[in-house]
């Protein structure tokens, strides 16, 4: 096993805090950055450090036990079909966008997973895991049959060709175009239960799931540009999800901070399209975003590193046409 002991110093002097014995985190800018926009960023460090404050004390009655048993929402209740919940598929739910914060999906959870993508007709993922080495396996990673002898259950995620306008792929290179690295495929999620297509309760139809899976790889411990969120942004902005449809954005296990931060621009570039003003105060559109996402998704989420990539983010919303009747997911 090859270790690098230059990114081991680094890692331990990053967890052990500034050597000059003071208390000040180091803020690590994020990657595929120019110098220019490396102290563009930076020069707003000061205003997030303050916006830090805020959040904390008007989320400090947030504690994670209460966030954790109200919103944590099981996907597959018990006594579901089939017998496979018992490694149900948890998630938080985001009330201002519907979306889903959540831990990608282990390879033991392949069967729970393709029927939550079934039962709640997941459209989107937006799968944040470390790039390479890093990155934990998920059950999307391969298109291999998952088979559950017991059950006779096999699930399936597989990658396909789509023809006509929801074929295209502007995710990829305007994130590539800033720094970033993605993949973006159309995949169809299968379940089947001795041979026969799983169908959810009530329904006519099952067993199948076409779903947008954006890959945006992100490192444990550092934080999206303002120019990769605004990509990523725009691409999920220019197909709104159909009714009953939802998003899931995928974190890896025990690190939701790149999934929050996400959460949060969704919100905000929502609340722009609405009409409203988050590009004139944005101080305050930040706080108001990361508040909310905090009281569904934890008091831990946040950094000063987020929150000064969100300032930016605020600012590049400014090209962004509004429309009243739109609220673009």
Not at 90 to 113: C, F, Q, V, Y
Not at 116 to 131: E, F, G, Q, T
Request: proline content about 7%; hydrophobic content about 35%.
């Amino acid at each position: 096993m090859k270790i690098s002991f230059s990114s081991l110093f680094h890692r331990k002097k990053d967890l052990a805090g500034p050597s000059d014995g003071s208390t000040k985190p180091q803020l690590q800018a994020p990657d595929g950055m120019s110098c220019a926009e490396t102290r563009a960023w930076k020069a707003r460090a000061g205003e997030a450090a303050h916006l830090l404050q805020q959040l904390d004390a008007r989320t400090k009655d947030c504690n994670g036990v209460n966030s954790e048993h109200l919103h944590l929402k099981s996907l597959i209740p018990p006594g579901k079909p089939f017998g496979f919940a018992q490694r149900p598929i948890r998630a938080h739910l985001m009330p201002g966008t519907g979306n889903l914060l959540m831990d990608a999906p282990i390879r033991k959870e392949a069967h729970s997973w393709a029927a939550s993508c079934i039962d709640h007709r997941i459209a989107r993922v937006i799968d944040l895991r470390p790039p390479g080495a890093d990155g934990e396996p998920s059950c999307m990673d391969s298109g291999k049959v998952y088979q559950s002898a017991p059950g006779g259950l096999a699930a399936r995620f597989r990658g396909i060709n789509l023809h006509g306008p929801r074929s295209k792929k502007p995710v990829a290179q305007a994130i590539k175009s800033v720094g970033g690295q993605v993949t973006n495929t159309w995949m169809e999620v299968t379940l089947t239960h001795l041979g026969r297509p799983y169908r959810p309760e009530g329904a006519s139809e099952g067993g199948c799931q076409r779903l947008d899976w954006c890959r945006v790889p992100v490192k444990r411990g550092n934080t999206m540009s303002s120019a990769q969120l605004f990509a990523l942004c725009e691409h999920v902005g220019s197909r709104r999800l159909a009714p009953g449809e939802r998003q899931a954005i995928q974190c890896p296990a025990h690190d939701r901070h790149a999934g929050a931060l996400v959460e949060a621009a969704l919100l905000l570039r929502q609340w722009h399209r609405s009409g409203i003003d988050v590009t004139g105060d944005r101080s305050r559109a930040v706080l108001d975003a990361c508040s909310q996402v905090r009281e569904h998704g934890g008091p831990e989420l946040f950094r000063q590193a987020d929150l000064t990539s969100l300032l930016e983010y605020c600012d590049r919303l400014q090209v962004v046409p509004r429309d009243a009747a739109s609220l673009n997911r």
